[in-house]
C-alpha cells in the first residue's frame, strides 16, 4: 500500500475548488504542491497564494516541493501558507543541514529532493535528520515527461540507506509515475507516489487514486 500524493500542476487551474473536492473524496493522502522559479528550473508555476487558498480546503498533508534557489529565504512563508511537509533541492541548498534545521523549528516534516543525476550517497551524513527523500523520477520543471528507469536502482540504494542507518525516512518519487511503473516502485521500496498526469487525466481520477494505492 503506497501513500499517493497526486500532483495539482495537472489539475485545471480554472477548477482547482473541484480538483481540491476530488482529492479530499479520494484515498490521496498528500496533495502535492510544485513551487517553480524559473532560475532552478526551466518553467514558473505558482506560489503562496495560490497553496494558502488550496490549504483551506482540506486536512490532508500538504507536501510543497519547492523547485526554487535559495528555499531558505521562504520557509517561514510557506509554513504560514499551509504547508505541512516542505521539501527542498539538494542542488540548491549549500547549506542543507542547517536548512532541513529551520524547516522542522517550524514545526514542519522536512523533504530533500534529489534531481536524476544526483547519487544517493550525498545524503548519507544526514539521512536520519530527513523525514522525506524526494526522489525525481524526470528532470524538474514540468508535468507530464517519460519516467527514468534507472530511478529503480536509486529506490534500492535508498532504502538501504535508511536501513542501515536505522531512520525512518520516507521515500517518495516524483515523475512519469504510471500503473505500469508503480507496483515496481513499492517493490524497491517506495511509500509515496507523487502523480500528476496519471490522476488528473484519468477518466475517473478517484478510482485511479484507489489503483495506484493498492499497486
Ligand atoms: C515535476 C514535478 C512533478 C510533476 C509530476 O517537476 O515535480 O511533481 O507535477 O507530474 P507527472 O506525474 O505528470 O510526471
Ligand atoms: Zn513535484
Redesign the pocket.
Known amino acids: 500500500m503506497a501513500i499517493i500524493a497526486p500532483?495539482l500542476?495537472?489539475a485545471d487551474f480554472l477548477e482547482l475548488g473541484k480538483a481540491c473536492s476530488m482529492l479530499n473524496a479520494s484515498e490521496a493522502e498528500w496533495f502535492?504542491l510544485?513551487v517553480?522559479d524559473g532560475v532552478f528550473?526551466p518553467?514558473i508555476s505558482y506560489g503562496i497564494p495560490i497553496i494558502e487558498q488550496i490549504k483551506k480546503t482540506t486536512n490532508k498533508e500538504m507536501d510543497v516541493?519547492l523547485?526554487i534557489v535559495q528555499p531558505e529565504k521562504y520557509i517561514a512563508a510557506f509554513k504560514q501558507a499551509g504547508a505541512t511537509i516542505l521539501t527542498v533541492h539538494y542542488e540548491a541548498c549549500p547549506h542543507l543541514h542547517s536548512t532541513i534545521q529551520q524547516i522542522k523549528a517550524e514545526g514542519m516534516k522536512a523533504g530533500v529532493a534529489l534531481n536524476p543525476h544526483t547519487p544517493i550517497d550525498v545524503l548519507k551524513d544526514l539521512i536520519f535528520e530527513i523525514d522525506v527523500v524526494c526522489i525525481?523520477s524526470?528532470?524538474?520543471?514540468?508535468?507530464?515527461?517519460k519516467f527514468i528507469a534507472h530511478t529503480y536502482e536509486k529506490v534500492k540504494a535508498l532504502k538501504q540507506l535508511i536501513v542501515q542507518h536505522n531512520a525512518s525516512t520516507l521515500i517518495e518519487i516524483?515523475?512519469?509515475?504510471t500503473l505500469e511503473n508503480a507496483a515496481k516502485l513499492v517493490a524497491a521500496g517506495a511509500d509515496v507516489l507523487?502523480?500528476?498526469?496519471?490522476?488528473f487525466k484519468a477518466t475517473d481520477p478517484i478510482q485511479m487514486i484507489a489503483s495506484l494505492r493498492n499497486c
Open positions: 500532483s500542476l495537472a502535492h510544485d517553480m528550473v518553467n516541493h523547485m525525481m524526470v528532470n524538474p520543471g514540468f508535468g507530464g515527461q516524483d515523475g512519469g509515475v507523487v502523480a500528476g498526469t496519471t490522476v
